[in-house]
């Protein structure tokens, strides 16, 4: 279990009360209205600049499915619809109760969704006084088109099913698709970040998983007071101007939910990586990720992630700079 997981068991408590108005209504209904930035309720969010069709979409959790708002701005965005519900025997007699972070990808002329299922289907292992050990992890989903429909290559998550896994991305390094993501906590105590090959058309694996680091290797990141342990979430990469490789990730820190960046001075995913010391993000919010806008005159890289980490959560973008040695956060972007 993540951090976001107390946010969305305070979701589904309350769901229930919440009104129609406002875009909390995303949760519970379809629609086609025109929105603000600002009136979006949305957590774990990706935003994938088409460049085909010239549109933004931000996809994010809905309980079990995923919803999409599109935009040509960034500023006004419609929707949400559903592209992605979980049928009940996806994972055959192990039923999925939640979808965790999707991430849109296009790769080769197709659209996929890298997500994580959640499940209370408990290991045979389990600790004393601890969280429950439950098949957790992220799979990908396939289809010729962004708004879906989208289909799994098989029933069980695309990493490994004796490990807990969560918030897969792609990462792609000289022609070899890669799926970078975390080791769940809750089964190691200290969250890992890992990567494995993929193979060429992301239906499985290559090989064993390769981790890149620890929670506890940075800095900014705060042992659970409860736990003793370290969180590793929502890992994303970007290639700078100057060749180094940057993920930026999130974990608990010292004022709530915390952003920071990892480097790779190669240039290369399998590092090393150092941590800077000072996190990007440290305003109770995370899960991050970065792209690209369409227009030159538009602000060109930037990230996008929710704050704050509870069920008030909205996406968040930032104009960000890149400096060939680091990213740093230029002003935030309100679409105002």
């Known amino acids: 279990m993540s951090m976001r ?37 949305l957590r774990d969010v990706c935003i994938l600049p088409d460049a085909a069709s010239r549109t933004y979409y931000m996809v994010g959790p809905g309980f079990n499915s995923v919803r999409i708002y599109t935009s040509k701005d960034l500023k006004t965005w ?11 025997d996806i994972w055959g007699d192990i039923r999925v109760v939640n979808i965790w972070a999707p991430e849109m990808h296009k790769y080769r002329d197709k659209y996929y969704l890298f997500l994580t299922f959640d499940t ?40 490994p099913t004796d490990m807990m896994t969560l918030d897969g991305t792609l990462w792609v390094e000289d022609g070899t698709p890669y799926m970078v993501f975390c080791h769940e906590w ?12 993929l193979t060429d058309d992301l239906s499985a694996t290559v090989g064993e998983p390769k981790r890149l680091f620890h929670g506890s290797d940075a800095k900014w990141s705060k042992k659970s007071d409860q736990y003793g342990c370290h969180v590793t979430d929502g890992p994303y990469l970007y290639t700078s101007k100057s060749g180094k490789l940057f993920m930026i990730w999130t974990s608990g820190g010292y004022s709530g939910y915390t952003t920071g960046i ?28 970065l792209f690209t ?44």
């Open 186 to 197: 809750v089964q190691i105590k200290d969250g890992t970040v890992e990567y494995v090959q």
């Open 262 to 289: 990892a480097i790779s001075d190669s240039g290369r995913l399998a590092g090393p990586w150092r941590h800077q010391d000072e996190p990007i993000y440290a305003n109770d919010g995370g899960h991050g990720m």
């Open 78 to 88: 419609q929707g949400p619809r559903t592209i992605f519900r979980t049928p009940d």
């Open 120 to 159: 209370r289907n408990r290991f045979a292992e389990q600790w004393r006084d601890w969280l429950p050990r439950v098949t957790r992890g992220s799979q990908v989903l396939a289809s010729d088109r962004p708004t879906g429909p989208f289909a799994p290559f098989a029933n069980r998550s695309t990493l």
């Open 293 to 336: 806008t369409f227009d030159p005159g538009a602000p060109g890289l930037m990230m996008v992630l929710h704050a704050p980490n509870n069920r008030d959560a909205q996406p968040h973008l930032f104009e960000m700079e890149d400096t060939g040695e680091t990213l740093r956060i230029a002003r935030e972007f309100t679409g105002e």
């Open 5 to 41: 997981s107390i946010s969305v068991i305070l979701v589904l408590v309350l769901v229930s009360a919440m009104a129609a108005g406002g875009q909390r209504r995303w949760m519970i209904e379809d629609s086609n209205d025109i929105v603000h930035l600002s009136q979006i309720y």
